[in-house]
């Protein structure tokens, strides 16, 4: 029996990408048996993380790298490591910020929302976020008039829900801030590019371990040893509440290994035949149209784009997404664009044959749909249900 209907927990189909609340993404086969097989061993930690530093060196190109709890725990311990340097008393002290270095300099476009706000991430060291431009647009002179004598670090987001048209470029900002010693920190949480970001300059890159590299849950800092140094240190300050277990330093080493391994291009043509299957099993429907898109941040991933015209479809695009949702198994789309009248298909958490019960589970619906069109939710009154529920946990 799986273990789900042994808990009363409805199946997932994950077509949305890799997103915490549905557990990220699947593990790669050697993950679980490595991770098995430390728990139950002692090791010293620091050791432990040593051999880490090692894989992760080797894998992004760099100096040293050490294994945190998630991305969001990796900017935080970056950006604490940037104040306090290796000073122990400054590094017990935080989040007093007062007497160091305490302002962290980011473009207001980077200050995302990835399931809490990336601001939050930085200010939890006591620092204050300086942010440059609006959300669509900064300039360099804006950007370097942020920087004063109590500059910490720079924060560099790589995100696809970062307008990237009229920002300032990752090589602009690493030029601006290294003429005045600022340090880069760049959150490249879900991308697949583990060596360009430190190679144009970064002196951290932090990814996730577990989004496309398939590891565990765990942060990955990466880049220059005096700053990744300083970083690790927080681990004895509020580096604790970010403690990651052996299991996951030891589980991120081997996926991040398998990973300079994989064969890409194997993956890529499988989801590549996932995206061609929907595509053509949804092209004739009224009112459905659909197309192919490249993945906005650049990497190596195409997406299905399905725009919904509830007038001929006769259900809206976030009912329809709402109806996937809750069906058994439950098939999750990446809606972040439901109002627009859209949703994309991600082809990069699938199990062999799951393909099939997503494209069966929306040809069903639509069928439905057309025979008995379904009156729209308000948008507002989707949005207050959905934070009602969240509200309401654990009833
Ligand atoms: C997912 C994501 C994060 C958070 O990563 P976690 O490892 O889940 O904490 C941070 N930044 C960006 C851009 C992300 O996509």
Redesign the pocket.
């Known amino acids: 029996m799986d273990f789900r209907r042994r808990a009363g927990l409805r199946p997932v189909i994950n077509v949305s990408g890799t997103m ?1 609340w549905l557990g990220a993404s699947i593990a790669i086969e050697p993950v679980a048996p490595a991770m098995a097989e430390i728990l139950p061993q002692f090791v010293e930690v620091a050791d432990l993380q040593r051999y880490a530093s090692t894989v992760i060196s080797r894998v992004c190109a760099t100096q040293a790298g050490f294994i945190t709890a ?4 990796g900017i935080t311990l970056a950006v604490a490591g940037a104040m306090t340097g290796n000073d122990i008393t400054a590094i017990e002290r935080l989040p007093d910020a007062a007497r160091m270095k305490n302002e962290v300099v980011i473009q207001a476009g980077h200050l ?1 929302n ?2 809490a706000p ?1 601001d939050q991430s930085i200010r939890l060291t006591g620092a204050r976020v300086v942010s440059v431009g609006t959300t669509k647009e900064a300039s360099a002179s804006q950007l370097s008039d942020a920087f004063t004598s109590q500059t910490a670090a720079a924060v560099y ?3 696809h829900y970062v307008p990237v048209e009229r920002l300032v470029s990752l090589e602009e900002f690493v030029k601006i801030a290294h003429s005045r010693n600022v340090p880069v920190i760049v ?1 490249a ?2 991308e697949y590019d583990l060596t360009g970001f430190l190679q144009r300059g970064a002196d951290i890159a932090l990814y ?1 371990a ?2 496309f590299i398939g590891g565990p849950t765990a ?1 990955i800092v990466a880049g220059n040893k005096k700053l990744v140094r300083a970083a690790y240190q927080q681990n004895y300050g509020i580096g604790r509440g970010f403690k990651v277990g052996k299991e996951s330093i030891y589980g991120a080493t081997v996926a991040l290994d398998a990973w300079s391994r994989r064969d890409h291009e194997g993956v890529r043509k499988r989801e590549r035949a996932y995206l061609a299957l929907w595509r053509d099993g949804l092209v004739d429907f009224p009112g459905v149209r659909v197309s192919i898109e490249p993945d906005p941040t650049g990497n190596p991933l195409e997406r299905l784009r399905v725009n919904v015209d509830p007038a001929v479809a006769g259900i809206t695009a976030w009912d329809l997404a709402d109806a996937l949702a809750a069906g058994d198994p439950a098939v999750i789309v990446r809606d972040f664009a439901v109002a627009s009248g859209y949703f994309y298909l991600d082809p990069c958490n699938l199990h062999p044959g799951q393909e099939h019960e997503v494209l069966r589970a929306l040809t069903g619906t639509l069928q439905r749909a057309r025979a008995h069109p379904v009156k729209p939710t308000p948008l507002a009154e989707r949005d207050a249900r959905r934070m009602a529920d969240r509200l309401r946990w654990p009833d």
């Open positions: 915490t998630s991305c969001s725990a995302v990835y399931g990336l987001v790589i995100s959150d949480a879900s996730s577990h989004k942060g």
